[in-house]
T-cell receptor
Framework: KAGVTQTPRYLIKTRGQQVTLSCSPISGHRSVSWYQQTPGQGLQFLFEYFSETQRNKGNFPGRFSGRQFSNSRSEMNVSTLELGDSALYLC?????????????FGDGTRLSIL | KNQVEQSPQSLIILEGKNCTLQCNYTVSPFSNLRWYKQDTGRGPVSLTIMTFSENTKSNGRYTATLDADTKQSSLHITASQLSDSASYICVVRFTGGGNKLTFGTGTQLKVEL
């Protein structure tokens, strides 16, 4: 069974641009969560999608948005990029996002802002 | 503020030795506590998930313990191997918080010959 796939693996952008990251969950998984990982802050929750609806949201500005498609694939968009947005962006999927279900992570997209 | 603190920040041990990583949390109430292993350049991989009513959970050479009264958890690695070199992250989930997980900043473990 294929794992969680994130594309692209690496991305370089400049300040002010926007970016879209993609995540394909494990087949059959309907919950997709996004996280930002930086050396200083560690992993921080961005948002969770289930059945094409945002179910939970972390404490990030509105420049960070996402969506989920009917096949459970998800995209995350960051507009007006800032230097501080440089990070590893991780996507994780689970069957339904239930409390005790394990989350399966992809290997992330490393975003660098110049 | 709900927080998860891990210690030590980094650790170097010799191959074959045991080690214990610590996690203290102030998240309350919580539904479960997880330990993840993250290799450099890879996403985290789940090692154990414990509910608030469980005291211990094992996964091969990894054994996690949980004391909900003192809000402490530990991850014990037995007979360490070079492949255990990674970051180990403690994660706590709020009750009813959906997938709003609170992450520790991790312990960087290096296993040397």
């Amino acid at each position: 069974k294929a794992g969680v796939t994130q594309t692209p693996r690496y991305l370089i952008k400049t300040r002010g641009q926007q970016v879209t990251l993609s995540c394909s969950p494990i087949s059959g998984h309907r919950s997709v969560s996004w996280y930002q990982q930086t050396p200083g802050q560690g992993l921080q929750f961005l948002f969770e999608y289930f059945s094409e609806t945002q179910r939970n949201k972390g404490n990030f500005p509105g420049r960070f948005s996402g969506r989920q498609f009917s096949n459970s694939r998800s995209e995350m968009n960051v507009s007006t990029l800032e230097l501080g947005d440089s990070a590893l962006y991780l996507c994780a999927s689970s069957l339904t996002g239930g409390s005790n279900q394990p989350q399966h992570f992809g290997d992330g997209t490393r975003l660098s802002i110049l | 503020k709900n927080q998860v603190e891990q210690s030590p920040q980094s650790l170097i041990i010799l191959e074959g030795k045991n080690c214990t990583l610590q996690c203290n949390y102030t998240v309350s109430p919580f539904s479960n506590l997880r330990w993840y292993k993250q290799d450099t350049g890879r996403g985290p991989v789940s090692l154990t998930i414990m509910t608030f009513s469980e005291n211990t959970k094992s996964n091969g050479r990894y054994t996690a313990t949980l004391d909900a009264d003192t809000k402490q958890s530990s991850l014990h690695i037995t007979a360490s191997q070079l492949s255990d070199s990674a970051s180990y992250i403690c994660v706590v989930r709020f009750t009813g918080g959906g997938n709003k997980l609170t992450f520790g900043t991790g312990t960087q473990l290096k296993v040397e010959l």
